[in-house]
C-alpha cells in the first residue's frame, strides 16, 4: 500500500510513503488503523524538517552575505559557512554546494539545484528555493551588493520568523479562548 502525502511549503514536490519506511510491522497485514498514525508520522517529519532547516537558514544566509559581501568567492563563503553551521542540515547541504562547485566544476545553480547531485534536492522549502535562487541571479553581478543584499534577506528572515511565532502564539491563544466560551455563554442562555 501506498501513500502520496502532498508537503505543505513545497507542493509541487510528491512524498510517497509505504509501510516498509516505517518502523513497527512490515508487511500486508497491517490493518487501517495501523496505517494512518504512521502516515500522519511521515508527513509531520516532513513539515518538522521544512521547519527545522527554515529556521537554520537566516542565520547560514547572515554568514554567507557576510563573507561574500568581504569580496570571497561564492565557494569559499559556502566553506565557511558549512564549517560554521555544522551539525545542522542547512550546514550539510551547504558543503555539498561547496563540494559540487569544487569537484564537478559546475555552475552555482547546478551545484544547488541540479535534479541529479544538487545539494537542494532533498531540501522542500518554497522560502529556501527562492531565496537561493535570488543569491544564484545576485552573485554574478557584485560580490559586495550581493553580500549586502544576502544579510538584508537573513534580516527580513529573522524578523519573519519572529511574526510567525507571535501569530502561531495569538492563534493558540484564539483558540484557548473559544473552547472556553460556550462554558461562559452557557449560563447566561439559561436565564
Keep these: 500500500m501506498i501513500f502520496i502525502i502532498r508537503s505543505i511549503s513545497y507542493p509541487q514536490k510528491l512524498w510517497w510513503v509505504g509501510i516498509a519506511n516505517f518502523p513497527g510491522r512490515v508487511g ?4 487501517d488503523h495501523d496505517i494512518l498514525p504512521r502516515c500522519i508520522y511521515a508527513y509531520k517529519k516532513i513539515r518538522d524538517d521544512i521547519k527545522q532547516i527554515e529556521n537554520e537558514f537566516a542565520d547560514a544566509m ?9 569580496g570571497r ?18 550546514g550539510e547541504a551547504f558543503a555539498d554546494i561547496a563540494k559540487n562547485l569544487s569537484s564537478m566544476r559546475t555552475t552555482l ?34 560580490h559586495e551588493a550581493a553580500g549586502m543584499a544576502i544579510i538584508k534577506i537573513a534580516d527580513h528572515l529573522k524578523e519573519l520568523q519572529d511574526v510567525e511565532k507571535i501569530s502561531e502564539g495569538r492563534y493558540m491563544m484564539l483558540l484557548l479562548l473559544w473552547g472556553q466560551l460556550p462554558s461562559f455563554l452557557l449560563p447566561l442562555l439559561q436565564v
Design 109 to 142: 545553480h547546478g551545484a544547488i539545484f541540479n535534479e541529479e547531485y544538487g545539494a537542494f534536492k532533498d531540501i522542500y522549502s518554497d522560502r529556501v528555493h527562492t531565496i537561493m535562487k535570488l543569491l544564484t541571479r545576485s552573485v554574478h553581478r557584485s
Design 62 to 70: 547572515f554568514i554567507l552575505g557576510r563573507r561574500i559581501s568581504e
Design 73 to 90: 568567492s561564492a565557494e569559499e563563503a559556502f566553506i565557511h559557512t558549512s564549517e560554521t553551521m555544522k551539525g545542522s542540515k542547512i
Design 28 to 31: 500486508s497485514n497491517c490493518d
